[in-house]
């Protein structure tokens, strides 16, 4: 009969040493309870250090962005209210304009193209909405197209095809309810623009009936009178 060999593998015996070493590991701290209290201790405070330390890079990142951000956002909605005062001075000159006023045809001949068709403001616009609140660009471009109904408008009127009043009243109008609109959605969503907050806030973008809804004109005097 063949002897059975009963020597123990490679692996039994480095199984064997590791055991070995974590008992007399575990013997050592339990004979100096000193060692293991200052060992234990020294863990639990490099924990906390680390984790403080993510804390503090995460809260200092979150903060450098809305520093970042902020003066974006500022900026873009200092624009809407520009294109608001640009879109309130047209309409009173193309309404002067279609009704006869030399004044108000003049002072459209003279002004600069850029200014008139809003341009300028319409590539800051788009520079701000896509490079840093890509969540407006469903709303800025609905703006985008109002306002070219209304260069429309002033074009039809530079080649001497006079726009009718009810045509000016919606083309204004709809810019100016778009532009509510903006700014209503940036106000509403500031801290999710800015991601100014530890957790994601959910984005209340403006309900498509809302866009569609557009008000009707302000009734009075100063339409009725321009209508005769």
């Not at 490099?46 to 903060?63: D, E, G, H, K, Y």
């Not at 616009?125 to 490079?131: A, G, N, Q």
């Not at 800025?140 to 074009?155: G, K, N, P, T």
Request: hydrophobic residues 45%; charged residues 20%.
């Amino acid at each position: 009969m063949c002897a059975v060999d009963d020597q123990p593998s490679p692996r039994e015996i480095n199984l064997g040493d590791r055991m070995n070493s974590i008992a007399d590991f575990l013997t050592a701290l339990t004979g100096n309870l000193s060692a293991a209290t200052s060992l234990i201790s020294a863990g639990i405070a490099a924990a906390v250090a680390f984790i403080v330390l993510i804390l503090n890079q995460f809260f200092s990142r979150r903060q450098q962005r809305v520093q970042f951000l902020q003066p974006k956002l500022e900026e873009l909605y200092l624009l809407t209210n520009d294109v608001a005062e640009r879109n309130a001075r047209l309409f009173k000159l193309l309404v002067a304009a279609t009704h006869g006023d030399i004044e108000a045809k003049k002072n459209l001949e003279t002004m600069d193209e850029l200014a008139a068709y809003g341009h300028l403001t319409a590539k800051k616009m788009v520079m701000l909405v896509r490079l840093y609140f890509p969540r407006l660009s469903r709303l800025h471009q609905f703006l985008f197209f109002a306002e070219r109904q209304l260069s429309e408008r002033i074009w039809e009127l530079s080649t001497g095809e006079v726009p009718s009043l009810e045509a000016l009243i919606e083309a204004s109008g709809r810019v100016g309810h778009m532009l509510r609109l903006m700014e209503q959605e940036m106000v509403t969503n500031r801290d999710a623009l800015l991601q100014a907050t530890v957790f994601p806030r959910r984005y209340r973008s403006v309900a498509r009936q809302e866009i569609e809804n557009i008000p009707p004109p302000p009734g009075g005097p100063p339409l009725a009178s321009m209508r005769t």
